[in-house]
């Protein structure tokens, strides 16, 4: 039988993995995270502690605070595009279509250009609900000051945030127009949901190849994925439910080879985001437990 430490660490695991994956866009950081949280956990005297998932937030939120600034400097050194590490969710997150929009790839990435402290506030606030005294405690800030931070990151995400939650069906419509194309080499049907400013990401790492840049406009990102239709069709595509909404999965013998993700605007595709980096590819053979 687990011990009391243990069983609250396991109870409240879910939150705190989904706490540390939004402040970081990373599963492998996140998991680095929870080993440091669990450390300090299993010192602490429970007696003292008023509010254990209160207590196990703030520590997950100031040890991932302290990994976000040193992933900063890692993204300096990236070779071509980063994106967050994709993550196949269980059918409940896309049903709360808060976190699902929370932890959707557009999303990360627009949470990308705040802060690492606006980053962090606005998670905690908009997203698990925390009270403005007990964020001040997990980002070592005054109250007030969390205030202005929650403001500033809530006005930074409003501009740059998807506008209207795309709905799963719209976004599998995409997909399978995307699908299409692949299978009959008729692009017609993809353009017809492309934006005329969508932009195209692709994340290789520096380990296999992709994008080095992000491509704009849809003459420009259809041309890319017209050159890239005949590798396509060497292995197989099917939708699955990545980041708590609909995803194109590529194998190739066997083996996950892309992700390719989508951010939808006005029911037309003005993202597309292609992770092939092998290293953010891992979780994919298996289900992430996300709560709020």
Same mark, same amino acid.
């Given at each position: 039988?687990?011990?009391?430490?243990?069983?609250?660490?396991?109870?409240?695991?879910?939150?705190?993995?989904?706490?540390?994956?939004?402040?970081?866009?990373?599963?492998?950081?996140?998991?680095? !995270?929870?080993?440091?949280?669990?450390?300090?956990?299993?010192?602490?005297?429970?007696?003292?502690?008023?509010?254990?998932?209160?207590?196990?937030?703030?520590?997950?939120?100031?040890?991932?605070?302290?990994?976000?600034?040193?992933?900063?400097?890692?993204?300096?050194?990236?070779?071509?595009?980063?994106?967050?590490?994709?993550?196949?969710?269980?059918?409940?997150?896309?049903?709360?279509?808060?976190?699902?929009?929370?932890?959707?790839?557009?999303?990360?990435?627009?949470?990308?250009?705040?802060?690492?402290?606006?980053?962090?506030?606005?998670?905690?606030?908009?997203?698990?609900?925390?009270?403005?005294?007990?964020?001040?405690?997990?980002?070592?800030?005054?109250?007030?000051?969390?205030?202005?931070?929650?403001?500033?990151?809530?006005?930074? !995400?409003?501009?740059?945030?998807?506008?209207?939650?795309?709905?799963?069906?719209?976004?599998?419509?995409?997909?399978?127009?995307?699908?299409?194309?692949?299978?009959?080499?008729? &692009?017609?049907? &993809?353009?017809?949901?492309?934006?005329?400013?969508?932009?195209?990401?692709?994340?290789?790492?520096?380990?296999?190849?992709? &994008?080095?840049?992000?491509?704009?406009?849809?003459?420009?990102?259809?041309?890319?994925?017209?050159?890239?239709?005949?590798?396509?069709?060497?292995?197989?595509?099917?939708?699955?439910?990545?980041?708590?909404?609909?995803?194109?999965?590529?194998?190739?013998?066997?083996?996950?080879?892309?992700?390719?993700?989508?951010?939808?605007?006005?029911?037309?595709?003005?993202?597309?985001?292609?992770?092939?980096?092998?290293?953010?590819?891992?979780?994919?053979?298996?289900?992430?437990?996300?709560?709020?």
């Amino acid at each position: 039988m687990a011990d009391p430490a243990t069983e609250a660490f396991l109870a409240h695991r879910p939150l705190l993995f989904t706490v540390a994956y939004q402040l970081l866009g990373s599963a492998t950081d996140a998991e680095d !995270v929870l080993q440091e949280t669990w450390l300090r956990w299993a010192g602490v005297d429970l007696a003292a502690v008023r509010d254990q998932r209160a207590y196990l937030v703030r520590v997950t939120t100031s040890q991932a605070l302290m990994r976000l600034r040193a992933l900063g400097r890692r993204k300096e050194s990236y070779v071509g595009p980063w994106l967050p590490e994709p993550l196949l969710t269980t059918p409940d997150v896309a049903e709360d279509v808060e976190l699902a929009d929370s932890v959707s790839m557009a999303m990360l990435l627009v949470l990308e250009t705040l802060t690492p402290a606006e980053r962090a506030v606005f998670v905690l606030r908009e997203v698990f609900d925390l009270g403005y005294g007990e964020i001040a405690e997990a980002v070592g800030k005054t109250p007030p000051a969390v205030r202005q931070l929650a403001h500033r990151a809530r006005s930074h !995400v409003a501009a740059r945030r998807p506008r209207g939650t795309a709905s799963p069906s719209a976004a599998r419509d995409a997909l399978e127009a995307f699908r299409h194309a692949v299978e009959t080499g008729d &692009l017609q049907a &993809l353009l017809d949901v492309l934006a005329p400013d969508v932009v195209f990401l692709g994340d290789g790492g520096g380990v296999v190849q992709a &994008l080095p840049q992000p491509v704009t406009g849809a003459a420009e990102v259809a041309h890319v994925l017209t050159a890239g239709l005949a590798t396509l069709a060497t292995g197989s595509l099917h939708v699955a439910d990545v980041n708590g909404h609909p995803a194109l999965l590529f194998r190739r013998d066997g083996e996950i080879d892309t992700v390719l993700a989508v951010r939808l605007d006005d029911g037309l595709v003005t993202g597309l985001y292609a992770v092939r980096n092998p290293e953010k590819l891992s979780r994919l053979e298996r289900e992430t437990t996300l709560r709020r």
